[in-house]
């Protein structure tokens, strides 16, 4: 059975009114959470950043809610570091955190200084990561030279079982590429309005791991007011929908805000599911699960959060299930 959940989002709120919606999201039914883990928001408009490895020890003591964050080991993170962070956290709160891992964006891992690779070497250098973060989860000590060192480094504070790795993608060709590996325990993408390129991402990972878990951040707008609702979709969450691979190449916010000028809310409503209409938005979730997915994550890219968890929680919610 699908189960859904709430995305925090990291770039849009402050984590102290984050923690408030996750709370409220736990209330309202939500089975689990995702959680951004930004440096940089994607504009000056959103502007926040909290660093989600502190806000997430107080989410899961303040709910009973799963969660998991996508990562980009390797660059502003050591791998060694995160395997210990996400190891203490599943340590506490046993099966309720799990990891997902990519390659990562110049707007966040930029801030080291880093010569940004091309994404075949990025893929390169995750792929080793998760091996590295692997080993540390079994216990080992690791000696490594490679695209990232590590030398002697053994986890001592382990969970009974480790985190699953779940490989992040953005496109059919970084799907297959996951279906493949053997280091990886799932995948989760995105979900849109374009049910068919969803579909063909989870089906090119799934040629090559037809048993491995599936999991969607759907990204939604709902509100009140059609027009309100498109005009507050396309100004907070317009940068993301730049069209191409481009967006994993701009360093800053403002850079954003600029290549973010021609995207108009046509080329919003292509990327976002925007509509006022709860049926509409219970029709995509469930067109998600005839994917057979195990999760989907429902991101609501406006800004009334509070009124969407409790009208997805009244309304939604009961009728998926």
């Not at 709430?6 to 984050?18: G, N, T």
Request: hydrophobic share 40%; with cysteine.
């Amino acid at each position: 059975m699908t189960e859904l959940g709430y995305h925090v989002s990291h770039e849009q709120f402050a984590p102290s009114d984050l923690l408030e919606y996750a709370r409220l999201a736990d209330e309202n039914g939500f089975d689990h959470a995702t959680a951004s883990d930004h440096f940089h928001p994607w504009s000056e408009v959103q502007g926040e950043s909290g660093f989600v490895w502190s806000w997430l020890g107080s989410a899961l003591e303040a709910t009973d809610l799963t969660f998991g964050t996508v990562n980009a080991p390797g660059y502003r993170y050591h791998p060694a570091i995160i395997a210990q962070g996400a190891a203490t956290l599943r340590e506490m709160y046993p099966e309720r955190f799990w990891l997902a891992i990519g390659s990562g964006q110049l707007l966040n891992e930029g801030i080291t200084g880093v010569d940004w690779p091309v994404k075949r070497e990025r893929n390169a250098r995750l792929e080793e990561c998760a091996d590295v973060m692997r080993r540390l989860f079994e216990g080992e000590e690791v000696t490594h030279h490679g695209r990232i060192d590590v030398e002697q480094a053994q986890l001592y504070s382990r969970p009974e079982t480790a985190p699953p790795l779940i490989g992040a993608a953005l496109s059919e060709e970084t799907a297959a590429w996951l279906g493949e590996a053997e280091w990886i325990d799932g995948m989760i993408t995105i979900a849109t309005p374009d049910h068919e390129a969803d579909a063909a991402r989870v089906e090119a990972f799934r040629d090559g791991a037809p048993e491995k878990p599936v999991y969607l951040k759907a990204q939604h707008a709902y509100g009140d007011d059609e027009d309100a609702v498109l005009a507050e979709a396309t100004e907070q969450w317009g940068p993301n929908c730049i069209p191409g691979s481009v967006t994993q190449e701009i360093r800053t916010p403002e850079e954003f805000e600029e290549a973010a000028a021609a995207v108009d809310e046509e080329r919003v409503a292509e990327n976002v599911r925007v509509s006022t209409d709860l049926a509409d938005h219970l029709e995509w979730l469930e067109r998600d699960a005839d994917l057979d997915v195990e999760r989907v994550s429902v991101h609501n890219v406006t800004t009334n959060q509070a009124a969407f968890i409790e009208a997805f929680g009244e309304d939604v919610l009961p009728s998926f299930r």
